[in-house]
């Protein structure tokens, strides 16, 4: 390739000295990650402009060199699974639940209080927090959830909240049924179909269920994903977190884009995912959380399944937003490798978000690159909990 050209009045930088860097490109290098030993990256214009060899690193100018001296870089985290508009926190139920009381749907409903009763302000900065927390262990693309107004109002200030922070936002009013509706599910999803989602469409780009007992059932969760389709929303479930159900295949049928948890997937559920093009998102911090069983990633992957991992942040059953953390879990529980780990975290999540513009590391596309203090991308499962994460870059920037 001959010489990188900069363009006038934007910053250009070289990454350079790349001990072990993940593409995600198989034609870039070796193996599914296409890994390239002693590499270089040139970002340009918020976008990767070269990206090979040191050895091969062609001429031209550059604003900044970077030098990380033999450690690791592979694209930054695509978190596809995250609720971070809430106010308060469940400490106590989570304390109680890892004393022995078993989880419930349910519990949504004391963190739907305190959200509507918090200020726009407080809400903001909160959200604003989780997302600086995620970007700091190398989280550059998230996704994030309403859900916890469920009323047309706090849901609309929701997405909008959510909506300063990232382009993919998620309308999740169909999370559990909320207190004023008790013992009336059909109508709230009634409500939700015709006044909420015709609200709160433009200000999303996905609509998501619960589907699960406790939450929604087939035909609720079917009114409210129709609903969103026919509003210009693409559909996203919660499914099969607490026991076999529908969740799975009915995400299947509607063309929707992921099924997320997956925790109990049966061999129909399996060859469904397999047929399609559903991306099945695990959560591993949430069955951590709730010492809930883990989901047969290997029947996943073995079946040609895609499968993304995600944080599922949220204050009742994942308070995290590490996607190292679930990286870690992935290796150890669901028994991934660790390519095939550190693949869901990226080009797993950017394809649960149907993006083709982040989650690898190719000319053209988005210059979202983290650095790691250690020599390769196996490190992220090798040393669970230690934060590796040393440099982000966003759209070429560093963070």
Not at 31 to 51: E, N, R
Request: aromatic share 6%.
């Amino acid at each position: 390739m001959g010489a990188v050209t900069p363009v006038p009045g934007q910053p250009w930088v070289v990454v350079d000295n790349i001990g072990t860097l993940v593409t995600n490109d198989p034609a870039a290098g070796t193996g599914p990650l296409g890994v390239i030993h002693d590499a270089a990256v040139v970002l340009g214009d918020g976008i990767v402009q070269w990206v090979g060899p040191r050895s091969r690193l062609p001429g031209g100018g550059a604003d900044t060199r970077y030098d990380l001296g033999g450690r690791a870089a592979l694209p930054g985290f695509v978190d596809s699974h995250a609720h971070l508009v809430f106010y308060g926190d469940r400490a106590e139920e989570f304390t109680a639940r890892v004393s022995g009381v078993p989880y419930r749907a349910g519990g949504i409903r004391a963190t739907v209080a305190a959200t509507r009763a918090a200020t726009n302000a407080e809400l903001g900065a909160n959200t604003a927090r989780l997302v600086a927390e995620a970007l700091r262990s190398g989280t550059t693309t998230i996704e994030c959830k309403s859900g916890y107004g469920q009323t047309v109002a706090d849901e609309l200030r929701s997405l909008a909240i959510a909506a300063a922070c990232t382009d993919e936002t998620t309308l999740l009013a169909a999370h559990v049924t909320p207190p004023e509706f008790e013992g009336r599910t059909d109508e709230y999803v009634q409500m939700v179909c015709e006044w909420m989602i015709p609200v709160c469409a433009p200000h999303a780009r996905w609509v998501d269920v619960f589907c699960e007992a406790g939450a929604f059932d087939a035909d609720q969760s079917r009114a409210v994903l129709e609903a969103g389709v026919a509003a210009g929303l693409t559909p996203r479930v919660h499914g099969n977190q607490l026991g076999p159900g529908p969740g799975v295949r009915l995400a299947v049928e509607l063309g929707a884009a992921s099924v997320d948890h997956v925790t109990y997937a049966t061999d129909a559920d399996v060859e469904a995912l397999a047929a399609g093009d559903t991306v099945a998102t695990l959560l591993p911090g949430a069955d951590f959380c709730t010492r809930g069983r883990y989901p047969d990633a290997r029947a996943l992957l073995d079946a040609g399944v895609t499968v993304a991992l995600a944080s599922d942040c949220n204050p009742g059953t994942s308070y995290t937003t590490s996607i190292p953390f679930a990286i870690a879990l992935a290796v150890r529980e669901l028994r991934m490798s660790p390519d095939e780990a550190v693949w869901a975290a990226t080009a797993g999540g950017a394809a649960a978000l149907r993006r083709n513009d982040i989650g690898s590391i190719r000319v053209g596309m988005r210059a979202d690159l983290i650095a790691l203090d250690a020599p390769s991308h196996l490190y992220l499962a090798y040393r669970p909990g230690v934060p590796l994460v040393r440099e982000v870059w966003t759209e070429g920037r560093l963070r």
